[in-house]
């Protein structure tokens, strides 16, 4: 049974950008065939300054060949894929998690409304403000991200982009994914801490009025119909503990890290995978959160240091990051994404 806090399934939302290591953790779920038929796949990456000028480029398709396709579709898309033949009931609507309380053979997992669900095994996939962890582990200091403490998301009209696209400087950082012909992704942020991206989405306008085109022309579309607009914390979760006993956290909810290398969804899956085979090759599930963690603490920790390394270079003068970004750009790219070539079940 799956608890959702949410009132129903998203009727359309953001998109997510999937690397070659989320889409090929989404294949081993057996699903690879038809999420190859949503979005579009990246084939290429710019990383530009805030001028324009051209830092490096990614070949992708070369990259990540005999991997998997790196790819950008919309959440709700995904959500309905992997909910595609679950039996009716299976999710929950409208369910708060307030306490969990561990016993011998189970958990009581208490919610809002007073109601309580018995399982044999509790797996707290809820985000960066996890109820379950806190009910578990106690609450986490959240951290604000080294590069930005807050983002702008948005889904505007597709200009024509083809391509990952960014941009960077001492104003902020803006990135492109296009979803499809007619959609493309946006992000927006402050950059290594230059200023406070402001609730106001007007922020937008005035931080990357100097950019080079398309970005004026998509912040005034995305300012124009503000329906897709989102404005939320970039929060890290860093904490000693992922688990106890009958008690699993998994994705944002145990290592939510700032979205450089887009491993929120990727990491997430990774764990679940993870998990998955080792409550079905163990008989004893109150030993499978020691042996999750082992496994999986050594892929996260990388993710969390190559974002740290990045984070702390966007925060340097921009001259300076700009030279340093031109040299080692590409190297990080494949010192990031290389080992997380190797999938994480099947080996």
């Known amino acids: 049974m799956v608890l959702d806090r949410r009132l129903g399934p998203p009727d359309a939302g953001l998109a997510l950008n999937l690397p070659g290591n989320a889409v090929q953790a989404l294949g081993a779920l057996g699903i690879g065939a038809e999420l190859a038929e949503l979005g579009v796949p ?7 300054t805030h001028r324009g000028r051209l830092l490096f480029t990614i070949d992708e398709d070369a990259f990540w060949q005999g991997v998997a396709q790196p790819r950008c579709v919309r959440r709700s898309d995904l959500l309905d894929l992997l909910g595609r033949d679950l039996p009716t009931g299976t999710v929950r609507w409208n369910c708060q998690v307030s306490a969990v309380q561990q016993t011998s053979d189970g958990v009581d997992v208490t919610l809002e409304d007073g109601s309580v669900q018995r399982a044999g095994f509790l797996v707290g996939a809820d985000g960066v403000y996890s109820a ?6 106690g609450a986490a200091a959240l951290r604000p991200a080294l590069l930005s403490a807050a983002s702008w998301r948005f889904m505007v009209p597709n200009p024509g982009i083809d391509r990952w696209l960014a941009w960077t400087g001492r104003p902020g950082t803006f990135a492109l994914i296009p979803v499809s012909r007619q ?8 950059t290594g801490g230059s200023g ?3 609730t106001d989405p007007t922020w937008l306008a005035s931080t990357f009025a100097d950019f080079p085109d398309p970005v004026p022309a ?5 300012l124009e119909d503000r329906t897709s607009l989102y404005h939320s914390p970039v929060e890290e979760v860093r904490i000693p503990r992922w688990g106890d006993r009958r008690v699993v956290l998994i994705g944002d909810a145990a290592h939510a890290t700032a979205p450089i290398w887009a491993q929120g969804a990727a990491l997430a899956v990774e764990d679940a995978l993870v998990l998955a085979e080792l409550l079905a090759s163990d008989d004893d599930p109150g030993t499978v959160a020691a042996e999750y963690e082992r496994r999986r603490r050594p892929r996260v920790a990388h993710v ?3 974002t ?3 984070s702390r270079a966007a925060g340097l003068p921009s001259w300076l990051t700009e030279r340093i970004v031109r040299l080692i750009g590409p190297k990080q790219y494949q010192r990031t994404y290389g080992p997380l070539k190797t999938p994480v079940v099947g080996v």
Request: net charge positive; no cysteine; charged share 25%.
């Open 42 to 48: 990246i084939h290429r990456r710019e990383y530009r």
């Open 132 to 137: 379950v962890r806190s009910a578990v582990l």
């Open 183 to 190: 959609e493309v992704y946006g992000y927006a942020s402050a």
């Open 196 to 198: 406070l991206v402001d």
């Open 218 to 222: 998509i912040v005034a579309a995305a």
């Open 304 to 306: 969390q240091a190559m």
């Open 308 to 310: 740290d390394r990045m």
